[in-house]
């Protein structure tokens, strides 16, 4: 696993403080991106929380993500969580030390009464007595919001910053990538009412105590206005792998409007498989997305594997990335037409963004949403294995084409490459375990990528079905 250090860099740390307007909610902000460019320390609101208490439970989730662990729990330390201003709306987002739970607060318009909503994203300061302060406010308590400081505590603090070093795994990039990829496949399958979703989510189990996971996946089909339990996979059913990473939910029941789930569709014979479990807030949305097991991050889903190969995409990207605009929905067509991209080149530049945290996916509204993390598209690439296993493969000359078969040699192996139906199958064991259901292996990636270096200078050459990743790009 690559690991860098993480700085944090804050004026103060972020509290709950009395102020002459009542109490006010401080979140301290660290090294952000706006349309004006790199700030140290963006401002992006300052108003009142139309719903407090219900706020204060959100952020906590979102926190409690970040510092948690599902699956073999590492020393101690937090990910500040991001946040994101579009404009309309204050998205926070965190995901688990082990890669395999993402969470995002989304704080809609009626959520927030105040100034306007700023543009750009930033880490926000998190600390235990902010967190014990947050679980003190009460429901009928005016609080006012501020993220980032204002131009007064800029020009006259004078004292030392606050700074947090943290490691930082490769593998926390990628999993921000790979998650916009699988959840834009998904669709909405279930809803429940508040009572019915409270019930259900209260009946999960919690964490044991050995090692914090099960093994293992539920499955739940939709049956009037709540759930069922089956024990196989379905048509209509959804996927519930390890139940207890839903656990931080809990902090938000209380306040809870509803449940919505979204998922891809399975059948009969579907393995366990990706979710995303929607909590309405009051003029809010807290949404958990869980990986197919517990112990499977996102970060090695490969989804983003096909975007990352493909030249075309990087040209494709460098252009689409000009036309963003931190909107809260990203409009595919408007895109398509700005840049003269068809819809399917500018989804695929799209998830190329995406590797660098700068595109998200929100299953609420089905919609791509623009954020900036500080990272570069080329450190995805530099630190995904199977790339560079399929580039160096494709350099060492061990790719031979024909037609729609391939053979790949590795040292002594031989490994068949088959296109049928659009996609690539491939002898090796990566294929026999997963059968393409993590992304493509190092012997397939490999094969693409000679395809497409081959394909524009030789005639005649069978193209590959599979050359435009509209299945990892939807």
């Known amino acids: 696993m690559t690991r860098t250090a993480q700085t944090y860099a804050y004026l103060r740390p972020s509290a709950v403080r009395s102020t002459a307007e009542g109490r006010s909610l401080g979140l301290e902000t660290s090294g952000g991106s706006t349309p004006a460019g790199g700030e140290a320390h963006p401002r992006f609101f300052r108003g009142f929380l139309t719903h407090p208490q219900a706020a204060a439970a959100g952020l906590l989730c979102v926190a409690d993500v970040a510092a948690a662990r599902y699956y073999q729990p590492l020393p101690p330390f937090s990910l500040d969580p991001v946040v994101t201003g579009n404009g309309d709306r204050l998205r926070f987002e965190s995901f688990s030390g082990c890669c395999g739970v993402y969470a995002r607060l989304d704080m809609l318009g009626d959520a927030l009464d105040g100034d306007d909503i700023g543009h750009g994203t930033t880490n926000v300061d998190v600390n235990i007595p902010l967190r014990d302060a947050l679980t003190r406010v ?14 007064l505590t800029v020009t006259t603090f004078d004292g030392p910053v606050v700074e947090k070093k943290v490691p930082l795994p490769g593998r926390w990039l990628r999993g921000f990538a790979e998650t916009q990829v699988v959840a834009s496949g998904f669709d909405l399958r279930a809803e429940l009412p508040a009572a019915e979703a409270v019930r259900f989510l209260r009946s999960l189990p919690r964490p044991g105590a050995h090692r914090g996971a099960s093994r293992g996946a539920r499955w739940v089909v939709p049956a009037g206005r709540s759930l069922r339990a089956t024990t196989r996979p379905v048509p209509g059913a959804v996927c519930l792998p390890g139940p207890e990473r839903l656990t931080a939910l809990t902090r938000v029941l209380r306040h809870a409007t509803g449940l919505r789930i979204h998922g891809p569709a399975v059948t009969a014979g579907s393995g366990p498989v990706a979710g995303a479990w929607e909590i309405g807030l009051p003029g809010m949305r807290l949404t958990l997305t869980l990986s197919p097991d517990a112990a499977r991050g996102f970060s090695g889903e490969g989804g983003v594997l096909d975007a990352l190969a493909s030249d075309e995409s990087a040209e494709d990207a460098d252009l689409v990335s000009v036309l963003l605009a931190w909107d809260p929905a990203v409009d595919i067509a408007d895109l398509a037409a700005q840049s003269g991209l068809t819809p399917r080149r500018v989804r695929a530049a799209l998830t190329r963004l995406g590797t660098a945290g700068r595109i998200g996916y929100d299953t609420a509204e089905a919609a791509y949403f623009h954020r900036e993390l500080p990272y570069d598209t080329g450190r995805a690439e530099r630190d995904n294995p199977r790339l560079r296993a399929a ?15 391939a053979t790949v040699t590795v040292d002594d192996h031989i490994h068949r490459v088959r296109s049928a139906g659009g996609r690539l199958s491939c002898t090796c064991r990566w294929w ?3 059968r393409g259901g993590r992304g493509p292996c190092k012997h397939a990636l490999a094969v693409r990528i000679a395809r497409r270096t081959a394909a524009p200078r030789t005639a005649g050459t069978v193209q590959d079905p599979a050359l435009t990743p509209d299945g990892a790009t939807r």
């Open 138 to 151: 009460g429901a009928a308590d005016p609080l006012r919001l501020e993220v980032g400081p204002d131009e």
């Open 391 to 405: 580039r160096a493969l494709v350099e060492a000359g061990a790719v031979r084409l024909d037609g729609a078969l």
């Open 432 to 434: 026999a375990e997963y």
